[in-house]
């Protein structure tokens, strides 16, 4: 049933970079994507919805411009994180919805983990 | 957004016998979802339970079953029969029912099974 893929699970970056983050749904397709952090021993925030072909929603204090979201296909959302400062250090997860998901059930990735030096 | 509230930080049960986790919730909808996911050492969020708003009776998945109190914003999770595999982080989970269909998570209850 229903996978998600994130990629990398893991990156180590300097700060001042970039980083971007894959995140596919491998045998269903989504028209929408979502995408958390989740601080140590924390929950997972909500960040944004990844919609397929038009504009991220941000969810309040969630800077646009820091977190770029990009749905180009209805299998593929990526997250990049620009300009990246250590306190951007987290574990990220991106969830998938079924377009014909009607039990509203999201499909979650494995998550990455970012460390910014 | 919506708020959800476990206020359980840390819970600890007898290998084989039964626990609940607590979850309460704040929202001005009628239509919305409620979930329980699981998450192991390993990170991945595993479904655990899902429960409809609409729905009166209460969910059930084989070990697990859910107290579903609508007027009072609750829903708790039973585990019966409790196995060392179910050590794990239990989140709960509002859905949004409108086609954004965003989820927020309360805090997490962390369970430990004792053998």
């Known amino acids: 049933g229903a996978v998600v893929s994130q990629h990398p699970s893991r990156v180590i970056c300097k700060s001042g970079t970039s980083v971007k983050i894959e995140c596919r749904s491998l045998?269903?397709?989504?028209?929408?994507m979502f995408w958390y952090r989740q601080f140590p021993k924390q929950s997972l925030m909500l960040m944004a919805t990844?919609?397929?072909?038009?504009?991220?929603?941000?969810e309040q204090g969630v800077e646009k411009d820091k977190f770029l979201i990009n749905h180009a296909s209805l299998t593929l959302s990526t997250l990049t994180v620009t300009s990246a400062h250590p306190e951007d250090s987290s574990f990220y997860i991106c969830?998938?919805?079924?377009?014909?998901?009607?039990?509203?059930?999201?499909?979650f990735g494995p998550g990455t983990r970012l460390t910014v030096l | 957004a919506q708020t959800v509230t476990q206020s359980q930080p840390e819970m600890s049960v007898q290998e084989a016998e039964t626990v609940t986790l607590s979850c309460t919730y704040d929202?001005?909808?009628?239509?919305?979802?409620l979930f329980w996911y699981k998450q192991p050492p390993s990170r991945q969020m595993i479904l655990v339970i899902r429960?409809?708003?609409?729905?009166?009776q209460n969910a059930t998945e084989n070990r697990f079953s859910v107290n579903f109190q609508k007027a009072a914003k609750s829903f708790s999770l039973k585990i019966s029969d409790s196995q060392l595999g179910d050590a794990a982080m239990y989140f709960c989970?509002?859905?949004?029912?409108?086609?954004?269909?965003?989820?927020?998570f309360g805090t997490g209850t962390s369970l430990t099974v004792i053998p």
């Open positions: 929202t001005s909808e009628s239509d919305y979802y």
């Open positions: 969830s998938a919805r079924e377009i014909a998901g009607g039990s509203r059930e999201q499909f």
């Open positions: 045998d269903f397709q989504a028209t929408t």
């Open positions: 990844s919609n397929e072909g038009s504009k991220a929603t941000y």
């Open positions: 989970a509002y859905g949004k029912s409108n086609t954004g269909n965003q989820f927020y």
């Open positions: 429960q409809e708003a609409y729905k009166q």
